[in-house]
């Protein structure tokens, strides 16, 4: 009954758990790039009008930018959120377009190569999976209208993403020259398509959410699984030794029977020899193997006490006494054996339950041996037939 109500609690547990299971799911929307490297083309647009960040949206004065890709990038992005890019940049200063506070009167080529460090913000402000805002800053060499000079450089940009490989990239870094006296410091905005190869991938912070609150749903089910898998091997147990203790108490219960069986058995047999030892010896006379009315009534009793105890065999031993040789007393107490077995199978005594032995005078009741005095009684003693009993087994 205990297991039954485990269980029944069991069920209603488990399917509770599964039902908050179903609702919780790790989906792709959990899965990040935790690392990639990324390649970039794009085109990109210089603002070098020397107003420096005030007039950044004077887009036909200040800004110079090519009709073909000229941008190209390739980076490495690590777990952290930090990441390691290398740009390479053409662009062409173009003619009316105000430069270093001048209008130039000519087309000019712009050369740039920068090397800079990013931080991805989504580390801060948590994943969106499609959008990946960063900030940076770097170093770099530039050689804008005819001049070439040191920068330091800071940015800022997003990315975003169509499917874990392909994406577009936007971003503006602001250039701080080295060489304050020949140049001035200038904007360099980007766009393009990126490609982000080398991928290895894992859980947002809100998969890892979901993750854990899963391995605590299953965790809870093994409990639950664990708790009913225990109460069922103690209750098996219990049956177990409830079941041997039966089996032993059973056992013992059998074996006192048998015991008491077998103590009746014996007190029965017991009382059986008693009474053929009771009823005496068939004697015979000299030089006779006959038997006489007596040893007859003797028999008679004994029939009686082998048909009422079947399993009884009934040991023979025929003797005479010394007078005469070993011979001679050999054969007649053979006769002897006979005699008496013959009477017992005539009165319905099997065969198979009497054991016949012609002993002769070798085992004589008395003194009178071979040249010994006795008188006749003595000498009648020993010209006799015993009966010994063994019991066949049931």
């Keep these: 009954m205990r297991l039954e109500k485990l269980l029944m609690l069991g069920v209603v547990l ?39 960040f005030s007039d950044v949206f004077n887009f036909s004065d200040n800004w110079n930018i090519v009709p073909f890709p000229s941008r190209l990038s390739i980076g490495k992005y690590f777990k952290s959120g930090l990441g390691l890019e290398a740009i390479g940049a053409f662009n062409r200063y173009q003619e009316g377009n105000i430069v270093d506070g001048d209008i130039l009167m ?67 870094m602001g250039k701080w020259t080295m060489n ?31 993750l854990t609150l899963l391995e605590e749903l299953e965790k809870e089910q093994q409990r639950v699984q664990d708790s ?73 009793k004994l029939t009686k006490i082998l048909n009422e105890n079947p399993s009884l065999i009934l040991k023979i031993a025929s003797h005479t006494d010394a007078r005469g040789s070993d011979k001679y007393n050999l054969w007649l107490s053979e006769r002897r054996v006979k005699r008496t077995i013959d009477y017992l199978t005539a009165n319905g005594v099997a065969v198979n339950r009497l054991q016949g032995e012609a002993k002769g005078e070798e085992e004589l009741t008395n003194d009178c041996d071979d040249g010994v005095y006795c008188t006749e009684e003595k000498h009648g003693k020993n010209r006799r037939s015993e009966f010994g009993v063994i019991w066949a087994q049931d």
């Design 14 to 52: 488990l399917a509770t758990d599964l039902s908050h299971s179903q609702d919780v799911k790790i989906t792709k929307k959990d899965s990040i790039v935790l690392s990639s490297w990324i390649f970039g083309v794009g085109f990109n647009a210089v603002d070098d009008a020397g107003s420096e």
């Design 106 to 172: 000519e087309d000019i080529n712009y050369y740039a190569l920068d090397i800079r460090a990013n931080y991805d913000l989504n580390k801060i402000i948590g994943e969106t999976g499609w959008f990946d805002p960063y900030v940076g800053v770097g170093i770099g060499y530039t050689d804008a209208n005819n001049q070439g000079r040191g920068t330091y450089n800071a940015n800022i940009g997003f990315r975003t993403w169509f499917s874990d490989k392909w994406g577009l990239d936007f971003s503006s």
């Design 180 to 210: 304050s006296e020949n140049s001035t410091n200038h904007i360099q905005h980007a766009a393009g398509v990126v490609y982000r190869f080398g991928i290895e991938k894992g859980l947002s912070s809100k998969g890892e959410e979901k």
């Design 228 to 300: 009913i898998a225990e109460v069922a091997r103690a209750e098996r147990e219990a049956k177990e030794l409830a079941d041997r203790l039966k089996r032993e108490r059973e056992a013992a219960k059998l074996a006192e029977l048998e015991k008491k069986r077998l103590e009746e058995e014996e007190a029965k047999r017991s009382l059986v020899e008693k009474e053929i030892s009771a009823l005496g010896l068939v004697y015979f006379d000299l030089n006779s193997s006959y038997l006489n009315t007596q040893d007859k009534v003797l028999l008679d």
